[in-house]
């Protein structure tokens, strides 16, 4: 699934092309689209029509279009292969397009949903006080968030008694980080995904979100990772950040620090990706 840095170079795009356009029209095209959307398509669409979308927004791995007239947003499920792509009217249909916003302007371009797997979607929801949609109220803030709070984020991992890459990977606890840049940073931080969090120190939490901050600027600036097709911005565009990874897909290559050959392990229905002999596995207390 994409995370921080591939929603927020779709955000990017999706807010120079998107953003303060009145929507003309909506059409979904699959049902299971909007199926996060209780009231149904045809509630969808209607709520949609004569809307001003604002600027899109992010907090995590969690993108949505606010409108502008109103007190809610739509909550964009990217999934496993959603894309929000900014297309000329005159471009064919893709094979697997979902949803499509017209807009009454004479752009000439429109946002279309497309959606190989279906697993993601289109939903419209209130906005708490903070602007969020209401059902992501409960995500924390990313560690690219200027308000993020570094010591509050460290003495929660301290009480979180956990695993460390357990706890980079809970939305609840800090936003954006998944099984990829986890692994790049704890392979950065010389960290074992095992270590407990209640042993990390403040100078060892501050480093390692440190890592996590350099990882996700660094796939930033080359727009985000992309294995196959079905990651890409606005303009159809693959991000190709995975040509510097320096552990996640690498088993059985020399590490790049050390020359130990790099190891896979299955960690929760996923793999973690590590060097065996720079991140050390943790010690079992007696």
Known sequence: MPELPEVEVVRRGLERWVAHRAVAEAEVLHPRAVRRHIAGADDFTHRLKGHRIGVPSRRGKYLW???EDTNQSVLAHLGMSG???????ETPDEKHLRIRVRFADGLGTELRFVDQRTFGGLSLHDNTEDGLPDVIAHIARDPLDPLFDDEAFHQALRRKRSTIKRALLDQ???SGVGNIY????LWRARVHYERPTAGFT???TAELLGHVRDVMNAALAVGGTSFDSLYVNVNGESGYFDRSLDAYGREGLPCKRCGTPMRRAPWMNRSSYFCPKCQRVPRVSS
């Open 65 to 67: 279009l606010p409108l």
């Open 83 to 89: 894309q929000l792509l900014v297309q000329p009217h």
């Open 172 to 174: 609840s606890l800090i």
């Open 182 to 185: 986890a692994d790049e940073a």
């Open 202 to 204: 403040r100078p060892r």
